[in-house]
């Protein structure tokens, strides 16, 4: 009965994800309906899996863009080794930052280089000291930030591609910036992805759509990250059930066989 549950979430799952890619999601903004575009994520769908280099970047551009202000306060650094990373890898990850502990011996707190067992990093000790940083505005937890908005994965990469100048006649209050795909078109964070901001490994182009399609995948992948398990599960219960129903049938018909109806 548990399996027959599992198998069920993962086809709702499956189908709510795949008629999510297909059709545009309206974001109501101010009486408008803001239409996303369809990035077409190799995740999308019920067959979708995450792209590990892309995931990889994601990462990357997470560390060396995004993770001054926004946290991912779920994710352990751990996690990497499941996109690819090998140990050593992510150790070298997780030992970049440092971390508060303590008290030690003396009764003080310390930093030190962070750990696999470590959370990822805050940028900030508390919210007042964030929004104290950013104009009031308070940067949210990226760990299951495509989770926070239907269609999300297209949402957040709209969202990072759509800073472009206001139209005529459209005011832009003091300490916000225009986003076309933001409801309201005003959003207090800044664009913050520019070309060849960061320097890719494998020798990626680093596009404004390139690094925004990387982050959006790694961010889908860590508010998700049980996501292929889960679909291979549902394909196996549905090859199970097909087979169990064939078997069934002839049963069926073979203790019926000599009846007369």
């Not at 709702?12 to 545009?24: D, F, R």
């Not at 369809?38 to 769908?45: L, M, R």
């Not at 970047?57 to 751990?78: D, F, I, N, P």
Request: charged fraction near 20%; hydrophobic fraction near 45%; charge should be neutral.
């Amino acid at each position: 009965m548990r399996g027959f549950r599992n198998l069920i979430g993962a086809l709702v799952l499956g189908a709510a994800t795949t008629l999510g890619a297909a059709l545009p999601t309206p974001a109501h903004a101010a009486g408008e309906a803001i239409v996303l575009p369809n990035a077409g994520f190799s995740f999308a769908g019920f067959f979708g899996t995450f792209d590990r280099g892309s995931t990889q970047r994601g990462l990357q551009v997470y560390k060396e863009v995004c993770a001054a202000c926004h946290g991912m306060y779920q994710l352990s650094y751990r996690n990497l080794l499941e996109i690819g990373l090998s140990e050593d890898q992510a150790r070298a990850v997780a030992a970049s930052v440092e971390v508060r502990d303590g008290p030690n011996d003396m009764g003080e707190m310390f930093d030190r280089p962070a750990r696999l067992s470590d959370r990822f990093r805050r940028p900030f000790a508390n919210e007042l000291a964030a929004r104290a940083s950013n104009n009031g505005a308070y940067p949210p937890d990226l760990s299951t930030i495509t989770k926070a908005r239907a269609n999300g994965a297209n949402y957040l990469h709209a969202l990072l591609t759509g800073y472009v100048d206001p139209p005529a006649g459209f005011t832009v209050a003091d300490g916000m910036y225009y986003n076309a795909y933001y409801p309201g078109h005003q959003i207090a964070m800044p664009n913050v992805l520019n070309p060849d901001q960061v320097e890719y490994a494998d020798g990626t182009a680093a596009t404004v759509d390139q690094m925004a399609r990387d982050v959006t995948t790694f961010l889908a992948w860590a508010a998700e990250p049980e996501t292929e398990q889960r679909r291979a599960m549902g394909i196996k219960m549905m090859l199970f059930l097909i087979v169990l129903g064939g078997l069934t049938y002839a049963v069926k018909r073979k203790v019926w066989a000599d009846v007369k109806h």
